[in-house]
């Protein structure tokens, strides 16, 4: 499985951003992607997530109602829509997958940078 993040860069508060994240090597019909984020310093956090099937979402409180989960299955893509950004929103992203039933995310892509500036 291979995940390629892209759309991070810089962005004012209040501005929106989206990600993209590519996603190859398996058919992902019983998968589900995520969002985590990493602030410097800080722990890596659960951003939300979509069941590439149905389409079902479910977000971390920090971010619902700013941000939506969508993905293309023709394309194989999932997007980070990202509204009302906020400084504390500053990290880097990651995208990754497991197989539904599985208890951890197994794949990682490589992290695209967002900074939200003041």
């Known amino acids: 499985v291979q995940l390629q993040a892209s759309g991070g860069g810089l962005v004012q508060a209040g501005g929106s951003l989206r990600l993209s994240c590519a996603a190859s090597?398996?058919?992902?019909?019983?998968?589900?992607m995520a969002w985590f984020r990493q602030a410097p310093g800080k722990e890596r956090e659960f951003v939300g997530r979509?069941?590439?099937?149905?389409?079902?979402?479910l977000y971390a409180d920090s971010v619902k109602g700013r941000f939506t989960i969508s993905r293309d299955n023709a394309k194989n893509t999932v997007y980070l829509q990202m509204n009302s950004l906020k400084p504390e929103d500053t990290a880097v992203y990651y995208c990754?997958?497991?197989?539904?039933?599985?208890?951890?995310?197994?794949?990682w892509g490589q992290g695209t940078l967002v900074t939200v500036s003041s």
């Open positions: 090597g398996r058919t992902f019909s019983n998968y589900v």
């Open positions: 979509i069941w590439w099937s149905n389409g079902i979402t």
């Open positions: 990754v997958t497991k197989v539904g039933s599985s208890p951890q995310y197994d794949y």
